[in-house]
C-alpha cells in the first residue's frame, strides 16, 4: 500500500538528520496509552516511525514481568527516544534523563520541564536550564518547548540537537493553532525542528507538516483513536502528503476566481 | 542470613543482608539489563552492581522504560 509513496521518496526527500543519525520516517511516535501492548505494537509498525518515545518509571516490584515496554517493543527494531515527562523542574528532568541515559540505549533524550498541571505547558526558564546542563553532559538533547521563537532560538543556543514546539498542548487533539509561529521557528533555526504534541487527525498532520517542520511527534492521536492501526497508517502518509506538498511549493492564493479551462475558442 | 531494612523505589522495605546490589536484584527477580538503579540519588552503573554494597537505611530506586509519549 505504501509503495507508491516509498518509490516517490528517495528522490523527493532528503533523509531526516537529527544529532549525527539518519532517519527516513518524518513521523516519531509515543508508546503510551495504548488500550493494549499488541495494538500498540502493530500501530508503530503501522506508522512506519523509527524514533519511538519511552518514559523513565520505577520498576512496579510487585508485577515486573510484562511492565517494561521492552518486553513488547524491540529496541533492535526502533530508535528508542526517553522523554523526562511527568518533571516539573531542572533537576528532576536531568535526573530523569541520566536514568535513561543510563539504560544504554543512546545519548538522547526528549526533554519535557513542565510548568503547569492543566495545560502540561512547559516551563521555559527550567526547560533551558536542564537543557544546558545535559548537553555540557554529552546528551543530545530534543527539548520539548511552545511555540516561541525567542525559547526556540534559546534552545538551539544551548546546544539542543532538535527543537520540538507543540502544535496545541499534549493529549488535547486541538491540531496545529499556530501555523504563523511554528513557520518562524522552522525559518528561523538551523536545527531540525520536530512538531510534538497536538496533532489530532490526519489533516492536522498534514497541514503541520505542511509548514515546512521537520517532522511530527505524536502518541495520544494513534493511541485514542477507535482504531489505532489506521490511523497510523493515515498519519503515516498525512505526513509524507504534507511533506511533499511542501517541498512542491503550494499555488498562490487568490481572492478571485482564475479559470483553468481555455477562455478562447467559445462558441458564439 | 540476617535482614535489613532499606528504601526500596519509595518504600521501606525488609531485605536479606549483607548483600551487593545485584544481589538485591536477584533477590528482586530482576534482570540488571533491564533496570537502572539509583543508589541515595547517586547511578550504580551495571558493571558496578556486583561490587556495590547495600547498608542499613539505604534508599535505592530501580527504573525501567514504560509507554509514554
Not at chain 1, 536542564?130 to 546528551?139: F, I, M, Q
Not at chain 2, 528504601?7 to 537502572?36: F, I, K, M, S
Request: proline fraction near 5%; include cysteine; hydrophobic fraction near 45%.
Amino acid at each position: 500500500m505504501s509503495n507508491i509513496l516509498a518509490g516517490a521518496e528517495p528522490a523527493l526527500d532528503t533523509p531526516l538528520a537529527i544529532g549525527g543519525r539518519s532517519f527516513r520516517s518524518r513521523l516519531m511516535v509515543g508508546t503510551g496509552k495504548y488500550r493494549d501492548n499488541a495494538e500498540m505494537v502493530r500501530a508503530i509498525e503501522a506508522s512506519g516511525a523509527e524514533i519511538v518515545t519511552v518514559a523513565v518509571r520505577r520498576v512496579d516490584l510487585d508485577r515486573t514481568r510484562d511492565q517494561g515496554i521492552l518486553y513488547h517493543l524491540s529496541a533492535d527494531q526502533y530508535f528508542l527516544l526517553a522523554n523526562t515527562a511527568g518533571c516539573y523542574t531542572a533537576d528532576e528532568a536531568i535526573r530523569y534523563a541520566r536514568l535513561a541515559r543510563e539504560a544504554g540505549f543512546n545519548e538522547f533524550v526528549k526533554l519535557e520541564v513542565i510548568g503547569d498541571r492543566e495545560t502540561l505547558l512547559p516551563d521555559t526558564e527550567g526547560l533551558l536550564a536542564a537543557a544546558r546542563e545535559l548537553v555540557r553532559d554529552g546528551c543530545k538533547v530534543l527539548a520539548y518547548t511552545n511555540d516561541d521563537l525567542i525559547t526556540a532560538l534559546r534552545l538551539e543556543q544551548a546546544g539542543c540537537a532538535a527543537v520540538m514546539p507543540l502544535a496545541s498542548p499534549i493529549g488535547s487533539g486541538l491540531g496545529l493553532l499556530n501555523p504563523y509561529g511554528i513557520r518562524t521557528i522552522k525559518r528561523r533555526l538551523s536545527v531540525p525542528v520536530i512538531v510534538d504534541a497536538g496533532v489530532g487527525t490526519a489533516s492536522d498532520a498534514c497541514v503541520t507538516m505542511e509548514q515546512g517542520v521537520d517532522g511530527i511527534l505524536m502518541n495520544t492521536a494513534l493511541a485514542e483513536a477507535r482504531d489505532p492501526v489506521a490511523m497510523a497508517w493515515a498519519m503515516r502518509w498525512a505526513v509524507d502528503a504534507g511533506r511533499l506538498a511542501y517541498l512542491a511549493g503550494r499555488m498562490p492564493r487568490r481572492e478571485v476566481a482564475v479559470p483553468s479551462s481555455p477562455e478562447r475558442g467559445m462558441l458564439s | 542470613m540476617s535482614e535489613m531494612e532499606i528504601v526500596l523505589n519509595g518504600e521501606p522495605r525488609r531485605v536479606p543482608g549483607p548483600a551487593t546490589l545485584l544481589d538485591l536484584l536477584a533477590h528482586l527477580g530482576l534482570d540488571p539489563r533491564t533496570v537502572v538503579v539509583e543508589l541515595n540519588r547517586e547511578i550504580v552503573r551495571r558493571p558496578r552492581l556486583g561490587e556495590t554494597a547495600l547498608a542499613q537505611g539505604d534508599a535505592v530506586e530501580l527504573v525501567h522504560f514504560v509507554g509514554g509519549g
